[in-house]
C-alpha cells in the first residue's frame, strides 16, 4: 500500500519538473531580447523518471528498499543585483527615427518650395500690375486725345453753323438791300415818268389834247416803255400796238402783238420785250386810273402815232 503512494508521487514530481522545464524554457525565449539572463532561484528538486510499463516488484522487494529521503535544498546566497544598463535603441526604433528625420525633411523642402511658388507668383502678379499699368496709361491718353479731337469737332461744326448762319444772314440783308434799292429806282423812275407825262399832257393841253389823269398814267408808261426798245434797224415805217396784262403794283404779266401789225417777227419781238423790260410799270400815284389791260403803241417814227 504504501508502494502505491509512492509511485504516484513520483509521477506527480515528473509531471510537475516537465512542467516547471517547459515554462523556463518559454521565459527563457521571451527573455532573448534582454541584455541580462535572468536566473531563477529556489530549491533544486532532483527527480527520475518511472517506468509504468515495467513490471510492478514484489511486495518483499519493495518493501526491504529503503525510500531515500530528499536532499535538503541548499540555499544559495543572493547575488548582488546588477544596475540596468540603459537600453540601446532597437533597430525599428532607429529606423522610426530615421523615418521621423526624413519627414521632418520633406516637410521643411515641401514649405521651402511652397514658399518659393508664392514668391514666384507675387513677383508674377506685380510684374503683371506693372505691365498693365502702362497700358492702362496709354488708354487714358488715347481717351483724353480723343476727347480733345471731339471738342475741337465741335468747336469746328459751331463756328461753320455760325458761319453759314452769317453768311445767310448777309444775303438776306443784301437782298433786303437791293430790294429797297430796286424799289427806290422804281419810284423814282415812276415819279420822273409820272413828271414827263404831266410836261408833255400840259403840252397837249395847250393844243386841245386830253389832260386827265388817265391821259397822264398812259403818257407815264409810254416814258417807261419807249427807252427800253431795242429797235431792228429793219423797223421802218411802223404801228403795232402791244396789248399789256398787269397786276395792281405795275408788275407786267404778258405782253402781246395785236393785229394787225405789218412789222416783220424781230421787230415784233423786240416789241414785246421792251415791255417786259419795263416791269414794273408805274402804278404809285394812279392807283385811282389803274387798269389790269391796256393797249400800248408803237411807232416808227413816232410821229405816226400822232396821226
Known amino acids: 500500500m504504501y508502494s502505491g503512494d509512492n509511485n504516484w508521487q513520483s509521477f506527480a514530481l515528473s509531471v510537475l519538473v516537465h512542467g516547471l522545464c517547459g515554462v523556463l524554457a518559454f521565459l527563457g525565449l521571451m527573455m532573448s531580447d534582454k541584455s541580462e539572463t535572468v536566473r531563477a532561484e529556489g530549491v533544486v528538486i532532483e527527480a527520475s523518471l518511472v517506468d509504468f510499463s515495467a513490471k510492478p516488484l514484489p511486495a518483499s522487494q519493495a518493501r526491504a528498499k529503503p525510500v531515500p529521503r530528499p536532499p535538503v535544498a541548499k540555499v544559495e546566497p543572493p547575488k548582488a543585483e546588477r544596475q540596468p544598463e540603459p537600453e540601446q535603441p532597437k533597430p525599428a526604433q532607429v529606423q522610426r527615427s530615421e523615418d521621423t528625420v526624413d519627414q521632418e525633411k520633406v516637410r521643411l523642402a515641401a514649405e521651402a518650395l511652397e514658399k518659393a511658388e508664392k514668391e514666384q507668383e507675387e513677383r508674377v502678379r506685380k510684374e503683371q500690375v506693372d505691365l498693365t499699368q502702362p497700358e492702362d496709361e496709354l488708354t487714358r491718353m488715347e481717351r483724353e486725345r480723343q476727347k480733345q479731337l471731339e471738342d475741337i469737332r465741335k468747336l469746328r461744326e459751331d463756328a461753320e453753323q455760325k458761319r453759314k448762319l452769317e453768311a445767310q444772314r448777309l444775303a438776306q440783308l443784301q437782298d433786303a438791300n437791293k430790294t429797297k434799292l430796286a424799289q427806290q429806282q422804281r419810284d423814282q423812275e415812276q415819279a420822273r415818268m409820272a413828271a414827263l407825262a404831266q410836261q408833255e399832257a400840259q403840252k397837249s393841253g395847250d393844243g386841245g389834247q386830253d389832260n386827265t389823269p388817265l391821259a397822264q398814267y398812259i403818257a407815264a408808261i409810254k416814258n417807261k416803255v419807249r427807252p427800253n426798245w431795242l429797235r431792228p434797224e429793219t423797223a421802218q415805217n411802223i404801228r403795232c400796238t402791244v396789248r399789256i396784262l398787269q ?31 419795263s416791269d414794273p410799270l408805274p402804278y404809285r400815284g394812279y392807283e385811282a386810273v389803274f387798269e389790269r389791260a391796256i393797249d400800248f403803241e408803237f411807232c416808227y417814227p413816232e410821229s405816226l402815232c400822232q396821226s
Request: proline share 13%; hydrophobic share 40%.
Open 247 to 277: 397786276l395792281p403794283g405795275g408788275t407786267v404779266m404778258t405782253a402781246n402783238i395785236v393785229p394787225p401789225c405789218y412789222a416783220d417777227e424781230p421787230t415784233r419781238r423786240s416789241m414785246e420785250a421792251a415791255v417786259m423790260r
